[in-house]
């Protein structure tokens, strides 16, 4: 008996889905989704009962019910879209890099009800921790647009880096920390001021942006580096970098903040990065060509885009 329960112990500590090295829990994909084709952001409306994906190759935004697996709507909006933002008015902002424009689209009836004109080839669509706001990084402007929520109206062009991609702010809002993919470089902007404060170097073309909720570091993936930048946000200055897969894009945190996932679309694959050591701690394959992410409730899992695949993968941590 005694021989049997050793021999029980060994297999439940090989099983794949078990703890890693470390402690760490693998990461897991739970279900796929089939969206529209090519599909590059997905974005939680502010309840979290719905994610909307944008399918560049469709000119569509898919609404999933994450909880049904299963599209539940398709919008049609402007040529290739690719970055979603909500505000707290039951609108969503669809940055449409083909069409310049920034499509409106009423939640409640899902419908576009108006467009906006932007820079040149919009990409990232961003809101303002208050939901004011909407920033829109144009790459062909070298600028971020900056739309008022409520009058859904343009008010404000900020010069930044080359090719400006990922945005993310603080919790207060106070600044937008911007991805200049032609530029290698991270932009600090004062949202009061509108202009850039700072001009942080990181990695080989940078494109997505992870700020931690302390506000005390940014995470940056650099899509031609195969590396994540680690950034100190007080010194602003990169205190590590992290070798990854093969052109990472998209990250999100899981719940309690201590794992990162990062989708990289050169290698089909999720990283998860412990966030206390900077280092890899676990690899998972999605679809091809993963791009972005985006954290569902209470950050327990993270839907990833597979632009290949046309799908959305769900990856979590294996118990």
Known sequence: ???????????????????????????????????????????????QRYAYVANAGSNTVSVLDVDK?????????????????????????????????????????????????????????EVTPNGREVYVSSTGSNAVTVIDT?????????????????????????????????????????????????????????????????????????TIGGTVSVVDLRTRKVTTTITVGRNPRGISLHAGNRIAYVANSGSGTVNTIDTRTNTVVGEVAVGTDPRWTAPGPGHRYVLVTNTGSASVSIVTLGR
């Open 1 to 47: 008996m005694r021989r049997l329960i050793v021999l029980v112990v060994l297999l439940m500590a090989a099983t794949p889905t078990t703890a890693v090295a470390g402690g760490h829990r693998k990461p897991v994909v739970i279900a796929t989704i089939d969206v529209g084709l090519a599909p590059r952001a997905v974005t939680f409306t502010p309840d």
């Open 150 to 222: 409520r009058t859904q109206a343009v008010t404000a062009t900020i010069p930044v880096g080359k090719a400006p991609r990922g945005i993310e702010f603080d919790r207060a809002g106070r600044h937008a920390y911007v991805a200049d993919s032609d530029s290698d470089t991270l932009s600090v902007v004062d949202t009061r001021t509108r202009a850039v404060v700072a001009t942080v170097p990181v990695g080989d073309e940078p494109r997505g942006v992870l700020v931690t909720p302390d506000d005390r570091t940014a995470y940056v993936s650099n």
């Open 69 to 125: 697996r299963a599209v539940v709507d398709t919008i049609p909006v402007g040529s290739f879209p690719y970055g979603i933002a909500f505000d707290r008015h039951d609108h969503a902002y669809v940055a449409n890099r083909d069409s310049d424009e920034v499509t409106v689209v009423d939640t409640d009836s899902r419908t576009a009800v108006k467009t906006i004109p932007v820079g040149d080839a919009p990409r990232w669509a």
